[in-house]
């Protein structure tokens, strides 16, 4: 017997708006979840005071900071990096094979899994360069993990700007460089920050790369070279040990809210970005 | 002067273009310098087909951590993959562009959260269901396979939005000219159009599943055995690493970079297979849009 096609549309349309809807209803259940049983936790005092005990009792204050830390190091590091090559790709030459290979190892640094990350962190930057468990390590692991995401949004952002921008600026006398820093760049800005903002993001929530280049370290770092502890970690430590649950859950409510605040900023960024150049 | 200053500037940002690709040789470098002499010395069939891992008394053997990682991904993409995709053709296909335009982002954002935050609801909420109502310590393949294969829908919607976005409308107008229903224009015509970047979509979950640690070690429950039953627990290759690097020197961390070694060479053949699946789209039909 055969299903006459009016039903199997009818059927069809059922199972697959059932699994969209399970899809946002189980994401969703997740970050409801997660800010239901932390958000009583979360204080100001829990946010800006010292951890006792090991995290059992106090705020995570000295954690927040290397969240903060951290992926500002990293930022610093790799924008330079990733907004060179963008800059390097769309500017300064036409496809070639040295891109092909540039583009191919982007490709592939995205799709390094983060424990790889930090084993290479652990022997490189903490062994063998002798930076110990610090924030260097772990912004430098960082900057690494991050500058594809940098340099694939920084050259969608540069390559949307038109061509006529550059026209007028090289007829005006303007060199190449001058071009870059005074046309192109001001007007990819948006889109370059939208990059940044997913990376801070990525940074925030990683957890395996960061614990074996940045450490445990439950105090305020004084220098690049002391350990430090993001909040992903720590949530990590509290829970996996037991620790405490609900210091866990107050933890991961307010890692919840940076990560999504700063992926939402991003994407409203490159929304405005959109709309302006779609005028 | 000024001719000096452009011809510097262009130098340096070829230097600066190389960074990603000279710390991917940097990162593989490493990785095997440390990883590769061990295996050749353990000898790679001990290596990777002895189901013997106690370091305390020099025995490396990584098969168990294997077959845990193998089972752990195909449950994830079993899961996954067809939710993803019929997510990906359900917002494509059948719902105004506005609602797509807000879903899409939403599911995006959600990639955001942190896998330990993915693992940590696997544990309270996933592992406690599965031991009351299937049996078993709960902490098990099976949970892994649930965690991971929902941390991997939005990668898969992502990208197959896009695939199933890029086939030309002409494709669907043709099928829709010919009397054929929604669904038949969809499953016969648009998704044999787009089929090599779902692929692609998939392959890359694969590899992030795969990848995947925090999660794994928190809901997967990390014994070392070979699992029978989908509610035994298991440990993966990348819960092995992370769970043992803290403590591990001279030849048992070496064996901790030769599991990444594996690793490694697992995640670059399947994002290889991914890239080529996308660019193939990309060359074969090129009229996007």
């Known amino acids: 017997m055969r299903i006459p096609p009016k039903y199997t549309q009818m059927i069809a349309v059922a199972v697959l708006a059932g699994a969209t809807l399970a899809t946002l209803a189980v994401l969703l259940f997740i970050i409801g979840y997660v800010l239901n049983k932390g958000l009583p936790v979360v204080s100001f005092q829990f946010l800006f005071s010292n951890p006792e005990d090991m995290g059992r009792a106090g705020g995570i204050f000295p954690t927040l900071v290397g969240s903060v830390l951290l992926p500002l190091l990293a930022i610093a590091i790799a924008m330079p990096l990733g907004v060179g ?22 490709d592939c640094l995205a799709g390094i899994p983060s424990i790889i990350f930090g084993l290479f962190g652990f022997i490189f930057f903490v062994v063998m360069l002798q930076f110990g468990w610090s924030l260097l390590s772990g912004g430098l692991t960082l900057a690494i993990m991050i500058l594809p995401t940098i340099i694939r949004t920084s050259e969608e952002a540069i390559r949307a700007v038109p061509h006529s921008y550059r026209e007028v ?4 006398g303007a060199t190449r460089w001058e071009t870059v820093m005074k046309v192109v760049l001001p007007n990819a800005l948006p889109g370059i920050v939208t990059g940044v903002m997913l990376g801070i993001g990525r940074c925030i929530s990683e957890t395996a790369a960061v614990i074996f280049t940045a450490g445990l370290a439950l105090r305020l770092p004084r220098s690049v070279f002391d350990s430090t502890r993001t909040m992903a970690v720590h949530f990590y430590t509290l829970a996996r040990e037991g ?11 307010v890692l919840i809210i940076a990560v999504l605040l700063t992926n939402l900023a991003a994407y409203w960024l490159m929304h405005r970005f959109i709309a302006r150049r779609t005028k | 002067m000024k001719f000096n200053r452009e011809k510097t500037v262009e130098r340096l940002l070829l230097t600066v273009a190389f960074s990603a690709i000279a710390s991917l040789l940097l990162i593989a470098l490493f990785i095997f310098k440390e990883g590769v002499p061990f295996i050749l010395k353990v000898g790679p069939r ?8 106690s370091p305390q008394a020099g025995k490396f053997g990584i098969y168990p951590m294997i077959i845990a990682s193998l089972w752990i991904t195909l449950g994830a993409m079993l899961i996954g993959a067809p939710l993803g995709v019929a997510g990906a ?34 544990v309270v909420v996933l592992a406690p269901l599965i031991r009351t109502h299937l049996g078993g310590p709960g902490l098990s393949v099976l949970a892994g396979a649930i965690v991971l294969g929902i941390m991997v829908l ?5 990208i197959s939005t896009d695939a199933i976005g890029a086939v030309p409308n002409t494709y669907r107008e043709g099928a829709l000219a010919l009397g054929a229903t929604r669904w038949q224009a969809v499953h016969m015509v648009v998704l044999k159009a787009a089929r090599s970047g ?44 992370a769970m043992e690097m803290g403590q591990a020197t001279g030849m048992h961390r070496q064996a901790l970079f030769a599991t990444g070694v594996v690793l490694f060479i697992v995640i670059m053949i399947l994002n290889s297979i991914a890239t080529a699946a996308v660019r193939r789209r990309i060359g074969g039909k090129g009229n996007k849009k």
Do not use: C, Q
């Open chain 2, 154 to 158: 939005p990668t898969v919607i992502s």
């Open chain 1, 243 to 253: 620790i405490s649950n609900e210091n866990a859950y107050g933890t991961a409510a």
């Open chain 1, 169 to 172: 600026s090289f007829s005006l």
């Open chain 2, 89 to 122: 053709i359900f917002l494509n296909e059948f719902v105004p562009r506005s609602v797509m335009r807000i879903v899409k982002p939403t599911i995006e954002l959600l990639a955001g959260i942190p896998s330990v935050v993915f693992g940590f609801i696997g």
């Open chain 1, 85 to 106: 090559t963008a800059v390097y790709l769309t500017e300064y030459t036409r496809e070639t094979r040295a891109t092909k290979v540039i583009r191919f190892g982007t």
């Open chain 2, 46 to 53: 001990d290596f990777l087909l002895s189901s013997d891992w």
């Open chain 2, 198 to 241: 779902i692929v692609a979509s998939i392959i890359l979950a694969m590899g992030r599943a795969v990848g995947e640690t925090m999660a794994v070690i928190m809901v997967a429950g990390n014994a070392l055995k070979i699992p029978h039953s989908p509610l035994d627990s298991v440990r993966t290759l990348t819960a092995n690493i």
